[in-house]
């Protein structure tokens, strides 16, 4: 039955594309932090989904992202030091995605050689490596102290932020409405290029790697390039995703402590969202980033709207507590009772609907 | 299979049939008493915002500004408001997350007249050009004069770059530097820690110091070999922008090390906590810039917020952030008030009144604030203060509001 799921798939679609025209700023703001995270999760199961390989640099790959858009889009700025290219914003994204493809490359004679938590350990160098770029650097980044603005987004004359009236349906058209539709692409064109490259015979040899190398190679698949390029794609990934990440904020800050934008704790959330979701599943990914990026702004927004959790003291319960319960519980109960997370739940949903009889087995 | 096709195409219909959220373009218009208003203000309340860190790492010193802010307003709405509207916060907390704050803004935004307090250097960043683009004046707090580059942002106090200034004249004053001498200075690599610098570095160049900068990062806590490194060079005072806990780290070692030079530190070095901590004994050497007052000082007009703090049942022990939360509501209710004497209090008409604002008077909780200079401090005025445990606050005044020759000639980044 495959032309339903197609249909159901396309109904999502049209439900997403028509969001902006009813969803208020916050509502459309929260939905692109999801994306945010969706195209970086993707990126991540695939690596340690697919190709089995864990990894905790991918803030690193954020930044780098991050930093490579900026530079390329923004402007040469003389009194601060700041490097630029001008390049048109569709190349300097695409020159992102490339630059953290290369840098992923350049790790992987060290992918190649470590397996399991050891290469988690060792890709979590580069986060800190990341946090040290990220303040030395200043021509590149702007500083930790104020950063640098980045170029805002713009595809052939048409300006991603709030430049020009424009309104749709009667529903003006500003940063967030516009944003939605870029992010909404983006996430788009990334889902379908993992979907085709875990059907294809890239896919194959990935998972042939991570069930046993030794078998892999002796199908004649070359082990040391299937985790390169396992690397490179997921980087390239998370390099998108820090592209995304600041044209969101529309700000490129480099971290001041180990806690922040590109730090530790990012890696963990990705990783999170890939463990909710369903290691190796790519739709299962993007719900992880939905429960994991999602959950605490919505919880904020409804809260705050429903004016619950007002309290100001010492110990008062906020949205913000409260959301990271919440998430810590949601990863709990995941790996406790469904280790193939979310997508497996789903799985055995279609299933049960898809064939009955087998279903109740 | 066909009831899911069935029941995407009617959620589809549902929606489509529903309105959009289009229309409804709020211009704002005359209210009561003749006065033009806009977002945040209806004819009987003006709704301010405050975006606070009540669960992440700042949460202390933010909960006691929040609380400060929360007793202008009681004070406030006690005399009557202001333009004959009562005064009400709208408080979120964002835990220190600029991801959260990001999206949780435009949600304040058509709620407030403008921000009193914005916590958080990432998170101001962040919401940095949603500010500008939404004209909405606002408090951070944070006193780094990198951040006047957006002329909505009202920074109530001297800046770090300006106290580092002011204190090494200080130093210099006293005899305890002189020209040409080394001077060491450890600083936070971020927004801080580069502002204080800033001025440092100014200084040095005036005066032909010969400054070795140290950066650290927040959470280097034992700064021995640091003290170690600078007692080889020579040093003849230390500068600090740190937290409180690495400066009673250099205080000890300092001591321990035989070298006793003066320590100068902004005003974020000091926490009344350090004369608990095991740097008690060794505070004799530092001197404290600061264009507030801490909690127990004593000013009539702190006393009087001291125990309004203790009479409204608060459970938090107080903390600086207390007064400097009463001061920033206070110098907002200055600003008001222009607003609605020029008839406009919308938020361009408070942006205005910030600017015609040349004397903000907080009965002496924040040195008297000057804003009609675009990108420069509303003030370069400090006290200098030191460790006294014998004190209530822990800080006796060694000498009274005064501006260098130096910070008065002095350029801020965003100046001019």
Not at chain 1, 118 to 136: M, N, P
Not at chain 2, 92 to 98: F, I, L, N, Q
Request: proline content about 5%; aromatic content about 8%; glycine content about 12%.
């Amino acid at each position: 039955m495959w032309w339903v799921r197609a249909l159901l798939w396309l109904a999502l679609l049209i439900v997403l594309l028509a969001l902006p025209l009813y969803l208020e700023a916050q509502w459309l703001r929260a939905g692109e932090y999801m994306m945010v995270g969706a195209v970086g999760a993707i990126g991540l199961t695939l690596l340690t989904g697919q190709a089995g390989q864990l990894s905790l640099a991918h803030a690193f790959f954020l930044l780098a992202g991050g930093t490579a858009y900026t530079v390329l889009a923004g402007g040469q700025e003389g009194e601060r030091n700041l490097v630029g290219f001008n390049l048109p914003p569709l190349l300097a994204l695409l020159g992102a995605v490339a630059i953290t493809a290369l840098l992923g490359i350049a790790f992987a004679p060290v992918a190649g050689r470590l397996r399991g938590i050891y290469l988690g350990v060792a890709s979590l160098a580069l986060v800190f490596l990341g946090l040290y770029f990220g303040q030395a650097a200043e021509g590149l980044t702007g500083g930790t102290s104020t950063g640098r603005a980045p170029e805002p987004f713009s595809l052939f004359g048409f300006e991603f932020s709030n430049e020009g009236d424009l309104e749709i349906l009667g529903v003006p058209f500003r940063q967030s409405e516009r944003v939605w539709y870029l992010f909404l692409g983006l996430l788009l064109i990334a889902f379908l290029l993992a979907l085709g490259a875990v059907r294809s015979r890239v896919g194959r040899s990935w998972r042939a790697v991570r069930d046993n190398e030794a078998a892999a190679a002796v199908m004649g698949v070359s082990v040391a390039r299937a985790k390169a390029g396992a690397f490179a794609v997921s980087s390239a990934y998370a390099g998108l995703a820090g592209v995304m990440t600041v044209l969101w904020f529309d700000i490129l800050k480099p971290d001041e402590s180990e806690f922040g934008t590109y730090g530790i704790n990012v890696s963990i959330a990705f990783l999170a969202m890939v463990i909710i979701g369903g290691l190796g599943s790519v739709p299962g990914a993007l719900v992880g980033a939905v429960v994991v990026n999602g959950l605490p702004q919505v919880l904020a927004l409804y809260s705050t709207k429903l004016g619950w959790f007002t309290g100001t003291g010492e110990g008062a319960f906020t949205p913000v507590l409260i959301s990271s319960f919440v998430y810590g519980a949601a990863i709990i109960l995941v790996v406790l009772f469904e280790p193939g997370g979310l997508a497996a739940i789903g799985r055995r949903i279609a299933g049960r609907l898809s064939n009955p009889a087998r279903g109740r087995e | 299979m066909r009831r899911w096709t069935v029941v995407a195409c009617a959620s589809a219909l549902v929606l489509a049939s529903c309105g959009t959220k289009g229309g409804g373009g709020d211009e704002g218009g005359e209210g009561a008493g003749g006065v033009r208003t806009g977002v945040g203000v209806t004819d009987s309340t003006i709704t301010l915002g405050v975006m606070t860190d009540q669960t992440g790492p700042f949460k202390n010193l933010s909960t006691g500004i929040t609380h400060g802010n929360e007793l202008w307003v009681e004070d406030v709405n006690a005399q009557g408001g202001v333009c004959d509207r009562e005064i009400k916060l709208e408080i979120v907390d964002h835990g220190y997350k600029a991801d959260t704050a990001k999206t949780l803004y435009p949600q304040l935004e058509p709620k407030v007249l403008g921000m009193v307090q914005l916590v958080g250097s990432p998170v101001t960043a962040a919401l940095n050009s949603d500010l500008e683009g939404d004209e909405m004046t606002t408090t951070p707090a944070s006193w780094s004069s990198e951040l006047l580059d957006n002329p909505y942002l009202m920074i109530v106090g001297t800046t770090y770059d300006v106290e580092m200034i002011d204190g090494l004249s200080y130093l210099q004053e006293q005899g305890m530097i002189a020209d040409g001498d080394t001077v060491g200075h450890i600083y936070i690599d971020g927004e801080y820690g580069f502002n204080g610098l800033r001025g440092a570095r100014y200084y040095a160049k005036q005066h032909n110091l010969k400054l070795r900068e140290v950066k650290i990062t927040s959470s280097d806590n034992d700064l021995t070999n640091v003290v170690t490194g600078l007692r080889g060079q020579g040093v003849k005072a230390i500068l600090l922008t740190t937290t409180p806990t690495q400066t009673g780290s250099v205080a000890a070692a300092n001591k321990a090390l035989g070298l006793n030079v003066p320590i100068l530190g902004n005003n974020p070095t000091f926490d009344p906590l350090l004369h608990n901590s095991p740097a008690a004994g060794a505070l004799d050497n530092l001197y404290v810039v600061a264009s507030s007052v801490p909690f127990s000082a004593d000013i009539p007009k702190m006393q009087e917020v001291a125990r309004k703090y203790e009479e409204a049942g608060f459970t938090e022990p107080p903390n600086a952030g207390v007064p400097y939360g009463y001061a920033v509501a206070e110098v907002w209710g200055t600003v008001l008030r222009k607003a609605c004497d020029n008839g406009d209090l919308t938020r361009s008409g408070v942006h205005e009144a910030l600017q015609q604002t040349t004397s903000a008077e907080t009965g002496d909780l924040v040195a008297p604030l000057d804003f009609s200079k675009p990108g420069a401090p509303a003030t370069r005025q400090v006290y200098v203060a030191q460790p006294d445990k014998s004190v209530p606050g822990g800080m006796k005044y060694v000498k009274e509001l005064f501006v260098s020759e130096d910070a008065k000639t002095y350029q801020a980044p965003h100046e001019g």
